[in-house]
């Protein structure tokens, strides 16, 4: 069985009254659910939270929670033109955490004390 109960799952497609019934009885599509039962053997072996019907495997994927995204906004002082310089050889820009940045602008010691 691929996926057990517990799981946190995203469903689209047909749902069944039983776990072995011959004929959809409603659709769904793009909910985030859990599997609650599970009938081994049978031709839609998965059902989810709100016992919303049976479902098949292939209607069924595994959750990821998004990537929270995070934004701000800085502004930047030119000194000596390093912006300039940096706009046009941008192969030289390296991205570090701001931990390592303070350190190599000799900022740490001031943080920490």
């Given at each position: 069985?691929?996926?057990?109960?517990?799981?946190?799952?995203?469903?689209?497609?047909?749902?069944?009254?039983?776990?072995?019934?011959?004929?959809?009885?409603?659709?769904?599509?793009?909910?985030?659910?859990?599997?609650?039962?599970?009938?081994?053997?049978?031709?839609?072996?998965?059902?989810?939270?709100?016992?919303?019907?049976?479902?098949?495997?292939s209607s069924i994927k595994l959750y990821?929670?998004?990537?929270?995204?995070?934004?701000?906004?800085?502004?930047?002082?030119?000194?000596?033109?390093?912006?300039?310089?940096?706009?046009?050889?941008?192969?030289?820009?390296?991205?570090?955490?701001?931990?390592?940045?303070?350190?190599?602008?000799?900022?740490?010691?001031?943080?920490?004390?």
């Amino acid at each position: 069985m691929k996926f057990k109960i517990g799981d946190k799952v995203k469903i689209n497609g047909d749902l069944y009254v039983s776990s072995n019934a011959m004929k959809p009885v409603s659709k769904v599509s793009n909910k985030v659910t859990y599997i609650t039962r599970v009938a081994k053997g049978s031709k839609h072996p998965y059902n989810t939270t709100g016992d919303l019907g049976w479902m098949d495997e292939s209607s069924i994927k595994l959750y990821k929670e998004p990537t929270p995204v995070y934004e701000c906004e800085i502004e930047l002082t030119d000194k000596d033109g390093l912006i300039d310089y940096l706009k046009t050889h941008k192969e030289k820009i390296v991205m570090i955490d701001s931990e390592e940045l303070k350190k190599v602008l000799g900022l740490w010691e001031q943080v920490k004390h």
